[in-house]
C-alpha cells in the first residue's frame, strides 16, 4: 500500500465511522419510540406483558421493566413492600486476636428471592442487602440466600439416583475429517482432497465430502474458513447469522435427534463455535460439523498440521487411558477421562452423589468464574508507561488437588461465632462456599478482593473504594486472602456457608493431564520437524482445554431451550421466554428448563478451583523460590486488566518461572507511552500489539 493508497482507505474508514453513528442514532431513535408505545400499550386495562413482549421483540421481564404495571401477581407480591425487619440479634464475637474477623450478626430477613435453580419450585429464601443502599438510578441484582430454618436445612442433601460412577463400556471412536472451507482441502486420514464447496452453506459442505469420502464419516473439523459467518452483514447479530446457517433445510438430512447413549441432539448455536448436527432422512447416518476452535486456536494451520495435532494427542493420552477415545469437544473429552480415574476400590468406589438441585442451583448463581475487569483512568494513568502481559501458564491445573467431597454442612452465623479461632481459620481453608457481608478497608488503595454482584446476569465486579459495605458469596481461597492478604486485612462477617470435607476427586485426572501436557509440550520445543512441533504445540494446547472446559462442564448450567414461533401466532410464544431473533415469518426464542439428570453434575468442583484461581491472581507462594507473585505484590495503580488466568500491568516483574502450572509467564510487552484501554476491544488491540512487539524483540 502506498501513501495515496492508505489517505485513501483513511476517507473511506471516516465515512464507515459516520455511518456507524448514524445507524447507532437511528437505531436508539426506534427503541425510544418502541418503549413509548410499550407504555402506552400497558394504559390499556386487559393489557398483558407476554402479548406485548413477542411483538416488541423483548423478554416479558423487559417489558415489566418499562411498564411495572404490567408484572405478573407473583412477581407483584414479590415486589410488595416488605413489613419492617426484626433487629438484628448479636452472635458471640471470635477471639480479639483475629483482628479479620469482626463480631458476627446473625443476618436479618429481607426481600424474597428464588434461588436460581430452574424445573422444581424451590423454597423462599431471604438475602441480606449489600450497604449502603445502591443509588435509585442503579440496577441491583441480589444473590439468592439459603432459607432459614428445616427448609433451608433440607437443600443439603444429594439428589437420589443420581451419581457420577465409572463407565463398563467402551467409548466408541467416530471417523473423522478436517477441511478448510476456504481452500476446500480436505484430510481424510493420510488422503488429501480438493473440494468444490459452491456456496459454503451446510448443504453444499455435506454434499462435497460425501461425495468424495466414504459414508463412515461422523464429524467434519473445519479449520479455517467459519462458513457459518458468511452471511454475517445481512444479520444484526453474527448470532442469528449462525443460526440461519445451521437451520437451513438440506435436501436428504435433517436436524439430528440423538442416537443411542448419545443424548446430544439438535444444533448448538454459538457465534463463533457452532455444532452443527444432522441426520440423514434414512435415519441411519449422523454427522457432525464442528469448529476446531473448539480445542485451540489456529494460526493458517492447514488441515493436515491439525489432524497431526489430534493424532499426537490421542497417542498422548493413550499413554495414561488405555480406553482414551477424542470425542466432539474438549468438555465432552474432559468428562469421558474424568469418569475414567473414578475409583474402583475404596472410599468412593460408589461414585460421587449429585447435590440436591437447590444446592446447585444456589451455586451456578452466586460462583462465578474468572476474572474480567478493566481499570480505566482515574484509577490508572491516561498514559501508561508501558503495558505488561503476564498469563498464568495452564493456570486451572494448579488448583485441582483439593477438592469438595460428600454432603455440604450448614454453617451459620451462629455457629461460625461459636466456634475457637482456629477452628475458624481452618474452615476457611478448608473446602466452602460462603455468604458474607464485606468492608473495604477505609484506608485501601489497591484492587478489590472479592466479586459483588454486578447488573446483569452472572455479572461480576469487584469493589475496591475505602468503606465500602456489600453481601456476597466467595469461595474459602478467596475469604482466606482477604484476611490474611499482604497489605491490609479486610473486614469479613460470616452470614452463611457451606463447608465440605476435603477431597481428591479430580487429582488422579488432573496429574495424568498434566503429563500429558508437559509431554507434548517438550515434543513442541525439541522437535525437529517444524510441521511436526506445530503439531505438539497444538495437540498441548488442547490437553489445556480437556482440562479447562472440562472443568467447567462439572458446573452444569441450566438448560435453555430455543424454539420457533410464526409471527402470526406470536401470542404461542411462550410466557417466560426471551425472543433472541424475528424475521418477516419467524419469532425465534429461547426459555430456561431447569437442569438436566447429569449424573457428572458437579458445580462445588468449579467453583472451589475458580475461586482459587481467582485468589492466585491476587498472591501466590513461590516455594521454592521463597517468594510471591500475583496483583498484590505491585504497586498501587500499576494493575491495568485482569482477563480469567491473565494479568495487565503498567511495569514488569521478576516472578519465577518454571513451566509449571500457575507460574506468571511474560507474554507481551508494549513500550510506552501507551493510551490506556476503555474498552475489551482495545485492551485484546494492545495485548496483541504487545505479544507482537515481545516476539520480534526475542527473535532480534
Given at each position: 500500500?502506498d501513501?495515496?493508497?492508505?489517505?485513501?482507505?483513511?476517507?473511506?474508514?471516516?465515512?464507515?465511522?459516520?455511518?456507524?453513528?448514524?445507524?447507532?442514532?437511528?437505531?436508539?431513535?426506534?427503541?425510544?419510540?418502541?418503549?413509548?408505545?410499550?407504555?402506552?400499550?400497558?394504559?390499556?386495562?386487559?393489557?398483558?406483558?407476554?402479548?406485548?413482549?413477542?411483538?416488541?421483540?423483548?423478554?416479558?421481564?423487559?417489558?415489566?421493566?418499562?411498564?411495572?404495571?404490567?408484572a405478573?401477581?407473583?412477581?407483584?407480591?414479590?415486589?410488595?413492600?416488605?413489613?419492617?425487619?426484626?433487629?438484628?440479634?448479636?452472635?458471640?464475637?471470635?477471639?480479639?486476636?483475629?483482628?479479620?474477623?469482626?463480631?458476627q450478626?446473625?443476618?436479618?430477613?429481607?426481600?424474597?428471592?428464588?434461588?436460581?435453580?430452574?424445573?422444581?419450585?424451590?423454597?423462599?429464601?431471604?438475602?441480606?442487602?449489600?450497604?449502603?443502599?445502591?443509588?435509585?438510578?442503579?440496577?441491583?441484582?441480589e444473590?439468592?440466600?439459603?432459607?432459614?430454618?428445616?427448609?433451608?436445612?433440607?437443600?443439603?442433601?444429594?439428589?437420589?439416583?443420581?451419581?457420577?460412577?465409572?463407565?463398563?463400556?467402551?467409548?466408541?471412536?467416530?471417523?473423522?475429517?478436517?477441511?478448510?472451507?476456504?481452500?476446500?482441502?480436505?484430510?481424510?486420514r493420510?488422503?488429501?482432497?480438493?473440494?468444490?464447496?459452491?456456496?459454503?452453506?451446510?448443504?453444499?459442505?455435506?454434499?462435497?465430502?460425501?461425495?468424495?469420502?466414504?459414508?463412515?464419516?461422523?464429524?467434519?473439523?473445519?479449520?479455517?474458513?467459519?462458513?457459518?459467518?458468511?452471511?454475517?452483514?445481512?444479520?444484526?447479530?453474527?448470532?442469528?447469522?449462525?443460526?440461519?446457517?445451521?437451520?437451513?433445510?438440506?435436501?436428504?438430512?435433517?436436524?439430528?435427534?440423538?442416537?443411542?447413549?448419545?443424548r446430544?441432539?439438535?444444533?448448538?448455536?454459538?457465534?463463533?463455535?457452532?455444532?452443527?448436527?444432522?441426520?440423514?432422512?434414512?435415519?441411519?447416518?449422523?454427522?457432525?460439523?464442528?469448529?476446531?476452535?473448539?480445542?485451540?486456536?489456529?494460526?493458517?494451520?492447514?488441515p493436515?498440521?491439525?489432524?497431526?495435532?489430534f493424532?499426537l494427542?490421542?497417542?498422548?493420552?493413550?499413554?495414561?487411558w488405555?480406553?482414551?477415545?477424542?470425542?466432539?469437544?474438549?468438555?465432552?473429552?474432559?468428562?469421558?477421562?474424568?469418569?475414567r480415574?473414578?475409583?474402583?476400590?475404596?472410599?468412593?468406589?460408589?461414585?460421587?452423589?449429585?447435590?440436591?438441585?437447590?444446592?446447585?442451583?444456589?451455586?451456578?448463581?452466586?460462583?462465578?468464574?474468572?476474572?474480567?475487569?478493566?481499570?480505566?483512568p482515574?484509577?490508572?494513568?491516561?498514559?501508561?508507561?508501558?503495558?505488561?502481559e503476564?498469563?498464568?501458564?495452564?493456570?486451572?491445573?494448579?488448583?485441582?488437588?483439593?477438592?469438595?467431597?460428600?454432603t455440604?454442612?450448614?454453617?451459620?452465623?451462629?455457629?461460625?461465632?461459636?466456634?475457637?479461632?482456629?477452628?475458624?481459620?481452618r474452615?476457611?481453608?478448608?473446602c466452602g462456599?460462603?455468604?458474607?457481608?464485606?468492608?473495604?478497608p477505609?484506608?485501601?488503595?489497591?484492587?478489590?478482593?472479592?466479586?459483588?454482584?454486578?447488573p446483569?446476569?452472572?455479572?461480576?465486579?469487584?469493589?475496591?473504594?475505602?468503606?465500602?459495605?456489600?453481601?456476597?458469596?466467595?469461595?474459602?481461597?478467596?475469604?482466606?486472602?482477604?484476611?490474611?492478604?499482604?497489605?491490609q486485612p479486610?473486614?469479613?462477617?460470616?452470614?452463611?456457608?457451606?463447608?465440605?470435607?476435603?477431597?481428591?476427586?479430580?487429582?488422579?485426572?488432573?496429574?495424568?493431564?498434566?503429563?500429558?501436557?508437559?509431554?507434548l509440550?517438550?515434543?513442541?520445543?525439541?522437535?525437529?520437524?517444524?510441521?511436526?512441533?506445530?503439531?505438539?504445540?497444538?495437540?498441548s494446547?488442547?490437553?489445556?482445554?480437556?482440562?479447562?472446559?472440562?472443568?467447567?462442564?462439572?458446573?452444569?448450567r441450566?438448560?435453555?431451550?430455543?424454539?420457533?414461533?410464526?409471527?402470526?401466532?406470536?401470542?404461542?410464544?411462550?410466557?417466560?421466554?426471551?425472543?433472541?431473533?424475528?424475521?418477516?415469518?419467524?419469532?425465534?426464542?429461547?426459555?430456561?428448563?431447569?437442569f438436566?439428570?447429569?449424573?457428572?453434575?458437579?458445580?462445588?468442583?468449579?467453583?472451589?478451583?475458580?475461586?482459587?484461581?481467582?485468589?492466585?491472581?491476587?498472591?501466590?507462594?513461590?516455594?521454592?523460590?521463597?517468594?510471591?507473585?500475583?496483583?498484590?505484590?505491585?504497586?498501587?495503580?500499576?494493575v491495568?486488566?485482569?482477563?480469567?488466568?491473565?494479568?495487565?500491568?503498567?511495569q514488569?516483574?521478576?516472578?519465577?518461572?518454571?513451566?509449571?502450572?500457575?507460574?506468571?509467564?511474560?507474554?507481551?510487552?508494549?513500550?510506552g507511552?501507551?493510551?490506556?484501554?476503555?474498552?475489551?476491544e482495545?485492551?485484546?488491540?494492545?495485548?496483541?500489539?504487545?505479544?507482537?512487539?515481545?516476539?520480534?524483540?526475542?527473535?532480534?
Open positions: 500500500m501513501a495515496q493508497s492508505y489517505n485513501a482507505a483513511l476517507a473511506d474508514l471516516r465515512g464507515v465511522r459516520d455511518q456507524i453513528k448514524k445507524t447507532r442514532a437511528a437505531l436508539a431513535k426506534l427503541e425510544a419510540d418502541r418503549d413509548k408505545q410499550i407504555v402506552q400499550l400497558a394504559s390499556y386495562e386487559k393489557a398483558k406483558a407476554e402479548r406485548i413482549a413477542p411483538a416488541a421483540g423483548l423478554g416479558v421481564a423487559d417489558v415489566v421493566a418499562l411498564a411495572p404495571s404490567l405478573p401477581d407473583s412477581l407483584a407480591v414479590q415486589q410488595a413492600p416488605q413489613s419492617p425487619a426484626p433487629k438484628p440479634s448479636p452472635v458471640k464475637a471470635p477471639s480479639a486476636a483475629v483482628a479479620s474477623l469482626p463480631t450478626t446473625q443476618a436479618a430477613p429481607g426481600p424474597t428471592t428464588t434461588p436460581a435453580s430452574a424445573g422444581t419450585a424451590a423454597p423462599e429464601a431471604h438475602t441480606v442487602s449489600s450497604e449502603p443502599p445502591a443509588a435509585p438510578s442503579e440496577a441491583r441484582r444473590l439468592p440466600s439459603i432459607p432459614a430454618g428445616s427448609s433451608g436445612d433440607a437443600w443439603f442433601t444429594h439428589t437420589t439416583g443420581l451419581v457420577s460412577t465409572r463407565p463398563n463400556f467402551t467409548q466408541q471412536a467416530r471417523s473423522t475429517v478436517f477441511l478448510d472451507a476456504t481452500t476446500g482441502v480436505l484430510v481424510h493420510s488422503q488429501t482432497h480438493h473440494l468444490d464447496l459452491a456456496g459454503r452453506s451446510a448443504a453444499d459442505i455435506l454434499t462435497a465430502v460425501f461425495h468424495t469420502v466414504p459414508e463412515d464419516v461422523e464429524r467434519i473439523y473445519i479449520t479455517a474458513g467459519d462458513p457459518w459467518h458468511r452471511d454475517a452483514d445481512r444479520y444484526p447479530y453474527l448470532r442469528d447469522a449462525v443460526a440461519a446457517w445451521l437451520n437451513a433445510p438440506i435436501a436428504g438430512w435433517r436436524t439430528d435427534t440423538g442416537r443411542g447413549r448419545d446430544m441432539a439438535g444444533h448448538f448455536v454459538h457465534a463463533r463455535n457452532p455444532v452443527g448436527r444432522y441426520q440423514s432422512a434414512s435415519g441411519d447416518h449422523h454427522v457432525e460439523i464442528r469448529s476446531v476452535g473448539e480445542w485451540f486456536d489456529t494460526d493458517g494451520d492447514d493436515h498440521t491439525v489432524r497431526d495435532a493424532v494427542l490421542w497417542q498422548a493420552l493413550r499413554r495414561h488405555d480406553d482414551a477415545v477424542i470425542m466432539g469437544s474438549p468438555s465432552q473429552t474432559g468428562r469421558d477421562l474424568w469418569t480415574t473414578i475409583p474402583t476400590r475404596g472410599q468412593h468406589a460408589d461414585g460421587f452423589p449429585v447435590l440436591s438441585e437447590e444446592l446447585r442451583g444456589l451455586l451456578h448463581a452466586t460462583a462465578g468464574q474468572g476474572r474480567n475487569e478493566l481499570l480505566t482515574p484509577r490508572v494513568p491516561e498514559q501508561l508507561p508501558q503495558l505488561v503476564y498469563d498464568r501458564t495452564f493456570a486451572y491445573a494448579k488448583h485441582t488437588w483439593k477438592s469438595p467431597v460428600g455440604p454442612r450448614r454453617i451459620t452465623a451462629t455457629t461460625f461465632a461459636a466456634w475457637s479461632e482456629k477452628e475458624q481459620m474452615a476457611l481453608y478448608g462456599h460462603w455468604q458474607v457481608r464485606v468492608t473495604v477505609d484506608t485501601w488503595n489497591h484492587v478489590g478482593l472479592l466479586p459483588a454482584p454486578a446483569g446476569d452472572r455479572a461480576w465486579h469487584y469493589p475496591a473504594t475505602p468503606g465500602t459495605i456489600f453481601t456476597t458469596w466467595a469461595g474459602g481461597p478467596e475469604i482466606h486472602t482477604a484476611l490474611t492478604n499482604p497489605i479486610w473486614k469479613v462477617e460470616i452470614l452463611d456457608g457451606l463447608l465440605w470435607e476435603d477431597g481428591k476427586p479430580l487429582d488422579d485426572w488432573a496429574k495424568k493431564l498434566k503429563e500429558t501436557w508437559t509431554n509440550s517438550a515434543q513442541a520445543h525439541f522437535q525437529g520437524d517444524p510441521q511436526q512441533a506445530r503439531a505438539a504445540h497444538l495437540a494446547r488442547a490437553v489445556r482445554s480437556i482440562l479447562l472446559y472440562g472443568i467447567g462442564s462439572f458446573a452444569q441450566p438448560r435453555m431451550v430455543t424454539g420457533t414461533t410464526p409471527r402470526s401466532l406470536e401470542r404461542d410464544v411462550p410466557p417466560d421466554a426471551e425472543i433472541i431473533g424475528f424475521d418477516d415469518e419467524l419469532i425465534t426464542w429461547q426459555k430456561p428448563t431447569g438436566a439428570r447429569d449424573p457428572n453434575a458437579h458445580p462445588e468442583w468449579a467453583a472451589a478451583i475458580w475461586s482459587a484461581a481467582r485468589a492466585a491472581l491476587l498472591t501466590q507462594r513461590h516455594r521454592d523460590d521463597d517468594t510471591y507473585a500475583g496483583t498484590l505484590h505491585t504497586p498501587p495503580g500499576t491495568v486488566a485482569f482477563r480469567t488466568d491473565a494479568l495487565y500491568l503498567t514488569p516483574h521478576d516472578w519465577p518461572y518454571h513451566h509449571q502450572p500457575g507460574d506468571y509467564l511474560l507474554r507481551g510487552r508494549l513500550t507511552p501507551v493510551t490506556a484501554p476503555t474498552s475489551e482495545e485492551l485484546l488491540t494492545l495485548r496483541e500489539a504487545g505479544r507482537a512487539a515481545l516476539t520480534a524483540e526475542r527473535e532480534a
